[in-house]
Nanobody
Framework: QVQLVESGGGLVQTGGSLRLSCAAS????????MGWFRQAPGKEREFVGA????????SYADSVKGRFTISRDNAENNVYLQMNSLKPEDTAVYYC????????????????WGQGTQVTVSS
């Protein structure tokens, strides 16, 4: 089992940037594919992006492609979500998640979740 803790959320103006971090508890973190999801009030949790265990593969939702970038540091057990050109519609609680197998696009593809960090983009 792996425990995940997100940080880095906050309030930012439209067009601004934030970098979210997700710290993992286990040394075997490098074996996990990592995903980022978000959930806005009254909406379902949606896929933001994912990165394979090696960092060799990434995928992004169309709504964030070109603005958000995932990276990871397996030596430090961290994965990051760099968010640029933020828009009010990016406002949500952001979650990181871990999966041992596959690079999925749905919440059901991931077994381990963090508690989330709030991102608010003001207009």
């Amino acid at each position: 089992q792996v425990q995940l803790v997100e940080s880095g959320g906050g309030l930012v103006q439209t067009g601004g940037s934030l970098r979210l971090s997700c710290a993992a508890s286990r040394r075997t973190f490098r074996r996990y594919n990592m995903g980022w999801f978000r959930q806005a009030p009254g909406k379902e949790r949606e896929f933001v992006g994912a990165m394979s265990w090696s960092g060799g593969r990434t995928s992004y939702a169309d709504s964030v492609k070109g603005r958000f970038t995932i990276s990871r540091d397996n030596a430090e057990n961290n994965v990051y979500l760099q968010m640029n050109s933020l828009k009010p519609e990016d406002t949500a609680v952001y979650y990181c998640a871990a999966a041992e197998y596959g690079l999925g696009y749905t919440a059901n593809d991931y077994a381990y979740w963090g508690q989330g960090t709030q991102v608010t983009v003001s207009s």
